[in-house]
């Protein structure tokens, strides 16, 4: 390896504060569903395969690569979605179904696996549960669920696929099958070595390395703390190589590269985890890259799709550390990033041959757009823009931000600030995210944020302690901290930016989804008077209503996870509820949910609203919106949510601010 280089975003940013006028743009802009998700080329480079979002339902599109042309549109019945797609061989294509059950939520996997060419000929249901004819039982499963482990290059017929199933209340067996996309057919090759494994292959694809977790810890408290990784021999025999209750050590492997390098990230349990390769003789780790606050957030991978050429952190702005820079592709890689400054350059797929390579650039005013590099030429033919209707220049800029919380402790986030402003004094919404453990704010292009710029309002975004990405002990830190520890520092957030003069003390308003609406009920009542008024959307304001009625509550672990959470008395549940706290909640509220919202059911909404208007404080107004889940996907249900919610906020911190009316989605 050669001396760390530097690339990426964070130097070349920067906040324009010329003072230029700003065009109102509709509402509608901001809420009409991107042109793509995901976008892979396939080995020979003929075809271009995408996920569309059409709402609420997602649909797999084939474009010929040479001219967009469109070639098919794969759409499952049932109000299904496409969810991950990969290619198999030259002109077949391998999908799962999934469900989407709302926009703050991850959707849910049916378990069930499709395969069709690219012209979209022989298609097949290759995994599905329920009762089918004879000729079919073979592809019926009972317990199992199956997610791809590799496509096996060279291989156009089959796939290894990871097969899990229940074998209690609290553990799942692993098996790794070969599987055949034409015919569905199956053939077990390894089991994992105990319950609750995950299995990484070697360079030979030879099922060679099992991660297994522990789901509890020592206390008997919901966690993944611990785990251990076993190494497979040649007769099948599995050794165990790392313990982490043992050795302190936790090690996650990620993949071997073709040259059998083996990749993993290796952790204490406390700090951001090191990322590195693993010696699979001895066990031991050879750190490439660790950040002092940064999880490894993601990986920029060669052509070939396994060598990894770069680590990207993201405390602030992505930060892009080459740490192979011999390998031709970490050059590319570099001279691509210098083309385009101030923005995240990633290779999102590429050809078997590696001498085309489909590049995404994104940024926090660019919502996204691919270009296709060819290594033959060396140059990049644009392809398409995420958002074609979006005006990057017309976008607010994203700011990275740290603060001191009242106990000491650095917490980061985000501060988009208008496009043309002067970054003074401005009206701000706080915009908390959900979660709370695990999910965090990025760096990027987030639609809510630029619609409410676009009006003129300044947007705080707090990484509270439980945010993902910085390390295990501060995920950590919000059990049992939903009302206090996290509060504190979206309250002091709050200070911070006024305290910076970024905002006017007299114009905040708080705004959040999932935990983002618990917060915009309770760090107003810990703090009145600081906010002016409050939206809360698809929140969970009653500890008691999530834990009898969400879908978390139907599982034995959800269960647990929501009592280590909210804490296990009926005394510290109700404290932590912000529907018991009503009293002190004097400000303007409005509540939005979605009628078939399984996460944070409607009744929490419902409930929240009669408490608060038994409070002589009735809310605003109340959205139950019909047909939509945790979070809303269709059109002109955001259309009109968000033209309610930037009235809302004009009222009580706008000013002159304009929002226009709702109007059909066209």
């Known amino acids: 390896m050669g001396k760390w280089k530097w690339a990426g975003v964070a130097a070349a940013m920067g906040v324009s504060c010329a003072a230029q006028a700003v065009e109102l743009i509709p509402v509608q802009d901001f809420v009409k569903h991107p042109t793509y998700s995901s976008v892979k080329i396939s080995p020979t480079g003929e075809y271009l395969a995408m996920t569309v979002d059409r709402g609420d339902q997602d649909v797999l599109t084939v474009l010929r690569t040479k001219d967009l042309s469109l070639v098919k549109v794969n759409q499952l019945p049932d109000e299904k979605s496409v969810g991950s797609f990969h290619w198999t061989s030259s002109d077949r294509l391998l999908f799962n179904s999934v469900k989407k059950i709302g926009s703050y939520a991850r959707p849910f996997g049916t378990g ?35 997610g791809l482990l590799d496509t096996l290059k060279g291989d156009p017929e089959n796939v290894m696929m990871t097969a899990t199933y229940a074998r209690s209340s609290t553990g799942a067996g692993t098996e790794i099958v070969l599987m055949d996309t034409l015919s569905g057919r199956r053939k077990s090759l390894a089991r994992a070595p105990r319950d609750d494994c995950g299995i990484a292959l070697d360079e030979k694809k030879e099922p060679r390395f099992a991660v297994c977790y522990d789901r509890y810890d020592e206390e008997g408290n919901f966690s993944d703390a611990h785990n251990e990784v076993y190494r497979r021999d040649d007769a099948g025999k599995w050794t165990l190589i790392n313990s982490s209750k043992a050795s302190g050590k936790r090690i996650d492997i990620l993949g071997t590269a073709e040259d059998g390098t083996v990749y993993a990230t290796q952790g204490d349990g406390k700090k951001p985890s090191a990322f590195g390769t693993l010696n699979t003789a001895d066990g031991s780790f050879t750190v490439l890259h660790q950040d002092a606050v940064s999880e490894i957030s993601s990986l920029i991978q060669a052509a070939d799709g396994e060598t990894v050429i770069a680590t990207v952190t993201e405390a602030g702005a992505p930060q892009v550390k080459l740490i192979n820079e011999e390998h031709p592709d970490a050059e590319l890689y570099a001279s691509l990033a210098a083309a385009f400054p101030g923005q995240f350059v990633d290779f999102a797929s590429a050809t078997q041959d590696g001498k085309k390579i489909v590049v995404s650039v994104r940024s926090d005013a660019n919502p996204g757009e691919l270009y296709l590099y060819d290594r033959d030429t060396g140059k990049a033919r644009f392809l398409m823009k995420n958002r074609q209707w979006i005006d990057a220049s017309k976008m607010a800029s994203v700011k990275p931000i740290s603060f001191k919380s009242r106990d000491g402790l650095t917490i980061y986030g985000y501060l988009t600030l208008p496009n043309g402003s002067d970054g003074k004094n401005l009206p701000m919404i706080v915009n908390v995210h959900g979660g709370p453990m695990g999910p965090r704010d990025n760096w990027g292009f987030q639609f809510e944020n630029q619609l409410f710029a676009n009006r003129g309002y300044a947007v705080l975004q707090v990484n509270y302690r439980g945010s993902g990405g910085f390390g295990k002990a501060f995920e950590e830190m919000a059990y049992g901290q939903w009302a206090q520890g996290i509060m504190n520092d979206v309250l002091d957030g709050t200070h911070w930016a006024i305290q910076q003069g970024y905002a006017d003390k007299n114009r905040i308003c708080i705004y959040g989804g999932s935990f983002g609406g618990y917060a915009s009920m309770m760090a107003p009542a810990r703090e009145p008077g600081l906010y002016k008024c409050a939206f809360g959307y698809v929140g969970n304001y009653s500890a008691a209503i999530q834990m009898k009625l969400s879908d978390t509550s139907k599982r034995e672990d959800g269960m647990k996870y929501l009592i280590r959470a909210y804490g296990s008395t009926k005394a510290e549940q109700d404290a932590m509820s912000p529907i018991n706290h009503v009293d002190k909640l004097k400000l303007p509220i ?55 919610m930037l009235d809302f906020f004009a009222q009580n911190i706008g000013g002159n601010v304009t929002v226009g009316s709702p109007q059909k989605s066209q």
């Open 112 to 146: 069930e696996w499709y395969a069709v060419n690219a012209d979209g000929s022989q298609p097949r249901p290759l995994i599905f549960y329920g009762t089918r004819d004879a000729t079919q039982r073979g592809k019926q499963v009972g317990n199992e669920r199956f």
């Open 590 to 644: 409005y509540l939005a949910a979605g009628a078939r919202d399984a996460r944070c059911p409607p009744e929490h909404t419902e409930a929240m609203a009669k408490a608060l208007t038994a409070a002589g404080n009735p809310p605003v107004g109340v959205i139950i919106q019909s047909g939509e889940g945790h979070g809303f996907y269709k059109e002109e249900n955001n259309l009109n949510l968000y033209t309610k």
